[in-house]
Structures are given as C-alpha cells and as structure tokens.
C-alpha cells in the first residue's frame, strides 16, 4: 500500500478554516467522551496530535502527540502546519 504524502485540498482547506477561526466545537467538544486535550489532527505519516486552544488563540502553532502530550514542533503559521502533514482530524 502506498503511503498518502499529502491531504485532499478539501482536507486542507477545512483544517486551515477550523485553526484560523479556532472553531470552539473543534477544541472542546468530544463525542467520545473523555476530555479534549485541543483540536485533535491527523499526520499523513499516521501519527495523531493536537493544538492547544490556548496556543491557538494566542497565535503559536505547537503541535502535541496525542499520547504523550510531547511537543512535537512548532510552526510560525496554520499554513506551516498544514503543509508539514497535519490535517483535522474528522
């Protein structure tokens, strides 16, 4: 199976609107249950991290693992990070 190197431009659109507008549905509301650590995001590599609601209304792009909550990069913008890989997760 080939490995995806990049998300539709639909899923690349959507993640760039739901960062920017730092849509509260997306950072806060969790249908499964347990707590929302952010805004939760997909890597192409497979990997699944999370932007902090905080770090998004303060403008700095940090991207978390979602298990280990481990600081995984910094980007200088939402552009940055969807072209690194990161797309919302749906």
């Not at 805004?39 to 932007?51: A, E, Q, T």
Request: glycine residues 6%; contains cysteine.
């Amino acid at each position: 199976m080939e490995r995806k190197t990049a998300w539709t431009e639909i899923q690349q659109e959507r993640t760039r609107d739901v960062l920017e507008r730092v849509d509260i549905m997306a950072f806060s509301f969790s249908l499964s249950g347990k707590p929302k650590k952010g805004c939760p995001l997909n890597h192409v590599s497979g990997r699944d991290g999370y932007i902090t609601i905080n770090d998004a209304l303060s403008g700095d792009w940090r991207v978390y693992e979602d298990e280990t909550d481990e600081l995984l990069k910094t980007y200088n913008s939402v552009d940055d990070v969807v072209n690194d890989g990161w797309k919302v997760s749906t």
